[in-house]
């Protein structure tokens, strides 16, 4: 089946560091990328699309300057969190769209754990 | 997309069937009923998809009611593995937008 990768999984950093989180289709081209956040005990909640080529799409009330989202190639996303504080830690997950599948189906990466101290 | 409502959470026991209830009562005639579960700590599985058919995979079945205003995802033989939370999403597919918006879902814990 179709397998979605991220990296880190796991990142602890510095408050106003920036932190960089990547997303990779492994088996399948992807032009269409999701980005998601998830509080504890809360469910997810959409971001942004990001669209190889193109400019990200974000969702209402997501600052497109602290969360820089690049898709510069069918299988790679990578979403930057700038000048992070404690409050942006969260558990980040991405989702990619496989344009081989008759439903554009969505496969769902791992995750990225970020910790902000 | 339509809202869907679950319940909050849910208890099973191992090896029984788990029955897992979602209301759409406002699903439109070109959408979709897909089911994902989570796993703590874990990215979104998917587990099967329907417009008005039940539908049967290796996972689950999806039971969707003839005026597809409802539908219960059923695991015929709960597992400890199977505790996650279950997420039911209407949505258009395919559609250009292709967004997913997860509600909060149903915490479903399989007791030994």
Known sequence: G??????????????????KIECRSLDFQATTMFWYRQFPKQSLMLM???????????????????????????????????SAHPEDSSFYICSARDLGNIYNEQFFGPGTRLTVL | DAKTT?????????????????????ISG??????YRQIHSQGPQYIIHG????????????????DRKSSTLILPHATLR???VYYCIVRVAPDTGNQFYFGTGTSLTVIP
Request: aromatic fraction near 6%; charged fraction near 15%; hydrophobic fraction near 30%.
């Open chain 1, 48 to 82: 942004a699309t990001s669209n190889e080529g193109s400019k990200a799409t974000y969702e209402q009330g997501v600052e497109k300057d602290k969360f820089l989202i690049n898709h510069a190639s069918l299988t790679l996303s990578t979403l930057t969190v700038t």
């Open chain 2, 30 to 35: 070109n959408e979709y009923v897909y089911w």
């Open chain 2, 82 to 84: 199977d505790t996650a």
């Open chain 2, 51 to 66: 417009l008005k058919n039940n539908e049967t995979n290796e996972m689950a079945s999806l039971i969707i009611t003839e």
């Open chain 1, 2 to 19: 179709a397998v979605v990768s991220q990296h880190p999984s796991w990142v602890i950093c510095k408050s106003g560091t920036s932190v």
């Open chain 2, 6 to 26: 679950q319940p909050p959470s849910m208890d099973c026991a191992e090896g029984r069937a788990a029955n897992l209830p979602c209301n759409h009562s406002t």
